[in-house]
C-alpha cells in the first residue's frame, strides 16, 4: 500500500524522512511524497487530505478527530522557538501590520499568547499571512512593520538588516518550564492502529538512520534547500532534530497538552481532551 504523506522542504524533514520516502527503511510503506509550506499542510489536514501530513501543533484541535498525533518524525525542542522580527528595534507593535507565516500556525499561537503579555493592550494591528520565506523581504522592504518568522531565519535574519523584537521560545520556556511543540506528524485514524503503529515504528527508524548516516541525505536535503547556505542546513537539522523527534515521551506529551490548554484557556483554541493526543 502506498501512504500519501505531505511535508515541508525544509531541512530537518527532508532529513528525518530521507531513509523512509527512498525505501530504506525495511517494512514500511512506500511513501508518496508531497512538499507543501505549513500553511497548506495545516490546511490539508483541516480537509482530511492525506493520510500521513506535517502539520502545526496549533492545527491539533481541530483535526484530531480524523488524525492521530504520531509520537515521532516532529520537531519540538528547546532554544528553537519562533522570533518577531522589525527594521527598527524596539518596535512598539500597537497597532502595526505583522506578516505570520499562517493563522493556524504554532508560532502564531505563541506569539498571540507572548503578545497578550507583552504588547499594550495585547493588539497588533493587521495580521498578513504569507509563506514564511517571504517574510523577512517583506519586513525589510517595508510591506510590514514587523514578521514573525520560523525555520532558518534564527540564523539568517541579520543579513536582511533586521532586529529581533522577541524569541517566542524563551517566553515560552520561561513562563513554563516546558520545550516548544512545534512540528507534528499525523495519520489517519481510519488506518487503524495496527497501521498507525506500523507509521510510527518507519518514522522513528527513519530518524535513526539519518543519524546512523547524516551523509545520506545530504543531497536530498540540498536539492529541496535550495536557496540555503549548506552551513545554514546544518545548523537547521541540528536545532530541530533532537530526542523529541525520536518519540516524544511524557515530556513532549505534557508541551504539546502545556500548549493546547493553555490557549484553550484564553480562547485561542478548541478545548482538547488529553485523550485525544494519545497514541492509539
Not at 98 to 106: G, L, Q
Not at 128 to 157: Q, S
Not at 224 to 230: D, G, I, L, W
Not at 240 to 254: C, I, K, M
Request: charged content about 20%; aromatic content about 8%.
Amino acid at each position: 500500500m502506498v501512504t500519501r504523506i505531505a511535508y515541508s522542504p525544509c531541512p530537518n524533514d527532508t532529513f528525518v524522512f530521507h531513509a523512509w520516502a527512498h525505501g530504506l527503511v525495511p517494512g514500511a510503506p512506500e511513501l508518496d511524497v508531497t512538499f507543501a509550506d505549513i500553511d497548506v499542510t495545516n490546511g490539508m489536514a483541516e480537509r482530511g487530505e492525506l493520510d500521513v501530513l506535517k502539520v502545526s501543533y496549533a492545527v491539533l484541535p481541530w483535526v484530531l478527530d480524523e488524525y492521530a498525533l504520531l509520537p515521532c518524525g516532529g520537531a519540538l525542542g528547546r532554544g528553537c522557538g519562533p522570533l518577531v522580527l522589525a527594521r527598527e528595534p524596539g518596535l512598539d507593535l500597537s497597532g502595526r501590520t505583522v506578516a505570520v507565516p499562517s493563522e493556524r500556525s504554532t508560532a502564531y499561537l505563541l506569539f498571540r499568547l507572548w503578545a497578550a503579555q507583552a504588547v499594550p493592550g495585547g493588539g497588533v494591528g493587521e495580521v498578513v499571512v504569507m509563506p514564511f520565506h517571504e517574510i523577512m523581504p517583506a519586513v525589510r522592504d517595508g510591506k510590514v512593520d514587523a514578521g514573525l518568522v520560523i525555520h532558518e531565519a534564527r540564523f539568517t535574519y541579520q543579513d536582511y538588516g533586521l532586529h529581533r523584537l522577541a524569541d517566542m521560545g524563551e517566553h515560552w520556556e520561561a513562563t513554563t518550564g516546558h520545550p516548544i511543540p512545534l512540528g507534528a506528524i499525523i495519520a489517519k485514524r481510519s488506518l487503524g492502529a495496527r497501521a498507525l503503529r506500523g507509521l510510527a515504528d518507519a518514522a522513528r527508524e527513519s530518524v535513526r538512520r539519518a543519524w546512523d548516516s547524516p551523509s545520506a541525505s545530504a543531497e536530498y536535503v540540498r536539492a529541496h534547500a535550495q536557496e540555503m547556505a549548506p552551513d545554514v542546513a546544518r545548523r537547521h537539522i541540528d536545532l530541530y532534530v533532537n530526542d523529541f523527534t525520536e518519540d516524544l515521551g511524557p515530556a513532549g506529551y505534557e508541551a504539546v497538552h502545556a500548549l493546547l490548554s493553555r490557549a484553550a484557556s484564553q480562547g485561542l483554541v478548541p478545548p482538547v481532551p488529553p485523550a485525544s493526543l494519545a497514541f492509539p
